[in-house]
């Protein structure tokens, strides 16, 4: 099993749709969790953290199930401007960062 | 605050030749990481300091990968002879604490170096 496994997508959808993906994880000792936005051809931002059940920022919600060891990334009225690849890290402890190789969202109008 | 600084931002240089690239983190910040992205790929980490020691380097190819950060500030990472399968995007990142809650990764614009 890889150390950290996404969905590539793509996820196409239409402006103002909900879309959500998961990231599933290897390593029980992860603590802290963060979701990435790359763009095309640029580095990645960070979008949000979790460290404990889960967060939400405005139309953005990560959710972690420790049992099940995976995170999801929930948004909400999606906007041409989301358009982007979204990556989720676990990290922690001794626990070196791995990327997954991301989901593509692409939202048209 | 100043972010992650990175050099050159495009490199070409033919197969066997040999390449360097230059990060400076952000200030304060003891953790430092060069991962390499392919097209199509998320980044793979290549080697993590923590000050000036050596973390995790595990998944560099030391036969032609080096990389150094010799005070704990600023980090070189040099590919020597480089082959074909090198072409990737070479992010830095740097983060205020190893292996501890509340350190996310702050990422350099990368350089994009393509092999030829």
């Known amino acids: 099993r890889k150390e950290v496994e996404q969905d590539p997508g793509p996820f196409n959808v239409p402006e103002g749709a909900t879309v959500a993906f998961n990231c599933t994880y290897s390593?029980?000792?992860?603590?802290?969790f963060f979701w990435y936005r790359q763009d095309c051809r640029k580095e990645p931002k960070l979008l949000m953290s979790?460290?404990?059940s889960g967060n939400e920022d405005g139309r953005f919600t990560a959710q972690l199930n420790r049992a099940s060891q995976y995170i999801s990334l929930l948004i909400r009225d999606s906007k041409l401007s989301d358009s982007a690849t979204y990556l989720c890290v676990p990290t922690g402890g001794s626990y070196i960062p791995t990327f997954g190789r991301g989901t593509s969202l692409i939202v048209h109008p | 605050e100043a972010g992650v600084a990175q050099s050159p931002r495009y490199k070409i240089i033919e197969k066997r030749q040999s390449v360097a690239f230059w990060c400076n983190p952000i200030s304060g910040h003891a953790t430092l990481y060069w991962y390499q992205q392919i097209l199509g790929q998320g980044p793979k980490l290549l080697i993590q300091?923590?000050?000036?020691?050596?973390?995790?380097d595990s998944q560099l190819p030391k036969d032609r990968f080096s990389a150094e950060r010799l005070k704990g500030v600023d980090s070189t990472l040099k590919i020597q002879p480089a082959k074909l399968e090198d072409s990737a995007v070479y992010l830095c990142a740097s983060s205020s604490r190893t292996g501890a809650n509340n350190s996310p990764l702050h990422f350099g614009n990368g350089t994009r170096l393509t092999v030829t």
């Open positions: 300091f923590q000050n000036n020691g050596v973390v995790d």
């Open positions: 390593n029980s000792a992860s603590q802290s």
């Open positions: 979790v460290y404990s």
